[in-house]
Structure formats: structure tokens, C-alpha cells
């Protein structure tokens, strides 16, 4: 009787010949999973970019607000480009103009835009994922980012 518990618990331990077949299952497995957690990772570095796009275009819009007839186009296109901590986008534009709040469009100038109108700041461009060809999101992702403010200068 010992005995036969002996071989049974030996034979318990004895590798049945499944190596092969695990070894099969994590192939088709593994590279599923990067995908997944690859897509993750580019999805996490496009809302991390839209954040910044955000928090940029408000302070590019904010500096332009409180200070219309003393600074160039080109100061507030800095201010945003200093906001974006090097996470620019492809075929990136800055546009800084006076806005008509209820239908968006450019009335012109931000240079000229009188005490309580609006000024915008638009940022345009390309977003380009990690991995282009397996990821979810389109390569490339238009991404505009448009913030107006009502003027408190001139």
C-alpha cells in the first residue's frame, strides 16, 4: 500500500509531456498582450498630449489677453511651444487672432482686438502614434486645439 502511494505521488511529479504545447499557447498569447499593453501605453501618450495641447493653448491665450498691445504674435507662439515640454505634434501650427465667440471664426488681428472681445489661440497638427501600422488609433490623428478668451488689454 505505501508503495503504491509512493508511485503515485512520483508519477504526480513527473512531467507529462504538456512543455510543448505551453510553450505553443504563450506564441499566440504573448504578442496579443504586448499589442494590448503597447496600445495602452500610445493611448496614456495621446492623453497626456491632449492635456498639454489644452494647458498650452491657455496659456498662450491667457498671455495674449492680459497683454494684446505690448507683445508680437511670435511671444505667444513661444509661450505655447515652452507649455508643450518638447511633445510637440507633426506639421504643428500656433495661431493667435481675434475671434467671434458664437461662431468661432477669425475676425482678424489679435494685435487690434478691442477690450472686451475675444482672442484665441488654435493649435493645429499631426498626432503619430508609437506603433503606427498595429495601433487603434489613426496614423495620423488631426488634433486641434482651439481656446478664446475674452481681451483685457488695450
Not at 495602452?40 to 498662450?60: C, W
Not at 494684446?68 to 505655447?80: E, M, W, Y
Not at 461662431?103 to 478691442?114: A, D, E, V
Request: glycine content about 6%.
Amino acid at each position: 500500500m505505501a508503495q503504491a502511494a509512493t508511485h503515485a505521488a512520483i508519477r504526480g511529479n513527473r512531467p507529462t509531456g504538456r512543455r510543448g504545447a505551453v510553450i505553443v499557447e504563450a506564441a499566440f498569447v504573448l504578442p496579443v498582450c504586448f499589442l494590448i499593453l503597447l496600445s495602452l501605453f500610445d493611448f496614456g501618450r495621446l492623453t497626456m498630449t491632449r492635456h498639454l495641447l489644452d494647458n498650452a493653448a491657455r496659456s498662450g491665450a491667457r498671455l495674449a489677453v492680459t497683454s494684446a498691445s505690448t507683445l508680437a504674435t511670435s511671444d505667444i507662439q513661444n509661450c505655447v511651444t515652452q507649455c508643450l515640454a518638447g511633445q510637440s505634434l507633426a506639421n504643428m501650427t500656433i495661431q493667435v487672432y481675434q475671434v467671434d465667440p458664437a461662431s468661432g471664426t477669425n475676425l482678424g488681428p489679435w494685435t487690434n482686438t478691442p477690450l472686451g472681445s475675444y482672442i484665441a489661440v488654435e493649435i493645429d497638427g499631426n498626432y503619430t502614434p508609437i506603433l503606427p501600422s498595429l495601433s487603434l488609433i489613426p496614423n495620423p490623428l488631426p488634433t486641434t486645439v482651439k481656446v478664446m478668451m475674452l481681451c483685457e488689454a488695450n
